[in-house]
């Protein structure tokens, strides 16, 4: 698994100071376990659950992402970048780096602003799906509605292109993974399958 679900562990049980020793069952991760392991920069996965997101509106789970990346700034000892220079230069500065991934496309509602303004904000990857399908994309753990990508779904892979945010196919359907491989010009990932 290539990523930190904390944003997501914040929210269902309140943050926590990273920078302390956090040594507990409930606990996933703090910066002196992962400097202790070597691991000297990691991927946090921006989430609300598809249930969270049917009790609120879009722009309450948007502003609930919002939150989640603020939240992570104001931690000490570490910095959100956005490419590895900026990871070289926060790890000079004695930082944790910090990148940003949004796990579940539903939490943009297509909006290609929203995703711009979360690209300014750091984020490197969309996970397009999770576990139900999207107004534009086929989860692979839903039945089958769009059969792939819609229009808007191959809009969106194009817009992430241009914003340099790499696509994760991660929770995808079979057929929303061709339609992404057939129309995407760069690589894609699968952070975790």
Partial sequence: DAHIDLPWQWFKQGKYDLSQDQTHPDRQVDFPRM???????????LYLSDGVQDRCNPKTSQETILRQIKELKEQPGCR????????????EDGLVPIFLGLEGGRLIDA?????????????????????????????????KYHDGLTEVGVGIIYKCEDLDVVIDVSHSSDATITDVLDHSTRSVIASHS
Avoid: M, Q
Wanted: proline share 0%.
């Fill in 35 to 45: 400097k202790k392991g070597g691991l000297d920069a990691a991927f946090f996965a």
């Fill in 80 to 91: 959100v970048v956005s490419d590895t220079g900026e990871a070289i230069s926060a790890h």
């Fill in 111 to 143: 909006d290609l602003t929203f995703l711009t303004d979360l690209r300014k904000r750091g984020l490197r990857y969309l996970t397009l799906t999770h576990n139900l399908n999207n107004a534009w994309a086929d989860s692979a753990t839903d039945s």
